[in-house]
């Protein structure tokens, strides 16, 4: 099966914990994506790999950081996680970096910080 | 910089009814234009995108959108709706120099029996 896929589905953890969220895709696609969607379903891009580069950083703070062994995954670590990160972190990929290709999206992991 | 604005947090309509879901952009460029939809509990896909060319772009599952350069609009269609298209959509704007998409807020749809 050709998809995006993301471990875990769900996770729950307290305020200052560290985290990782795992994310990879079988399209054989050169770029990923990490986005974030807040409560209300606002989507905002936190980072972007093309073949393993990092080539967009939004202004994210510094307990995120993307990790990638190779152009199929992409995981997202959050060092000392904070209440204001409880959201659904999305994953997606496309197939080149270029406004032409749309994307496909992982199912998500949502995010609850107590 | 690119903005996308959707007016219609929500949007309720009947089974079988046909329906419009706005979506206006603001960008001095040239443009990719894009709908994907969500629903409950899962990831974005796919819907239908325009670059160039015939102003109506057919999608999956009945959808279509229009492009309109003078209004500034890139609206969804769908002449006859199921219940299973109940869903979150969005639209999407990308600059064609750059790979940031920018996404609308989304528009819930409910489509009653």
């Known amino acids: 099966e050709t998809a995006v896929f993301q471990t875990p589905n769900y996770h729950v953890t307290q305020v200052g914990n560290e985290v990782s969220f795992n994310c990879k895709q079988t399209l054989g696609h050169d770029t990923m994506y990490w986005y974030k969607q807040d409560s209300k379903k606002l989507l905002k891009i936190m980072f972007s790999?093309?073949?393993?580069?990092?080539?967009v950083n939004e202004t994210v703070p510094r307990r995120f950081s993307p990790q990638s062994s190779d152009k199929a995954h992409l995981n997202l670590r959050i060092k000392s996680v904070e209440p204001e990160d409880s959201a659904v972190y999305l994953c997606a990929s496309s197939s080149r970096l270029g406004a032409r290709a749309e994307q496909f999206f992982g199912p998500g992991t949502r995010l609850t910080v107590l | 910089t690119q903005t996308v604005s959707q007016s219609d947090a929500h949007v309720t309509v009947f089974e079988g009814d046909s329906v419009e879901l706005r979506c206006n952009y603001s960008?001095?460029?040239?443009?990719?234009l894009s709908w994907y939809i969500q629903h409950h509990g899962r990831g974005l896909q796919f819907l239908l995108k325009y670059y160039s060319g015939n102003p109506v772009v057919q999608g999956v599952n009945g959808f279509e959108a229009e492009f309109s350069k003078s209004d500034s609009s890139f609206h969804l269609r769908k002449a006859s709706v199921h219940w299973s298209d109940s869903a979150v959509y969005f639209c999407?704007?990308?600059?064609?120099?750059?790979?940031?998409?920018?996404f609308g807020s989304g528009t819930r749809l409910l489509v009653s029996p």
């Open positions: 960008y001095g460029g040239s443009i990719y």
């Open positions: 790999y093309n073949n393993k580069q990092l080539i």
């Open positions: 999407a704007v990308r600059g064609t120099g750059g790979y940031k998409v920018v």
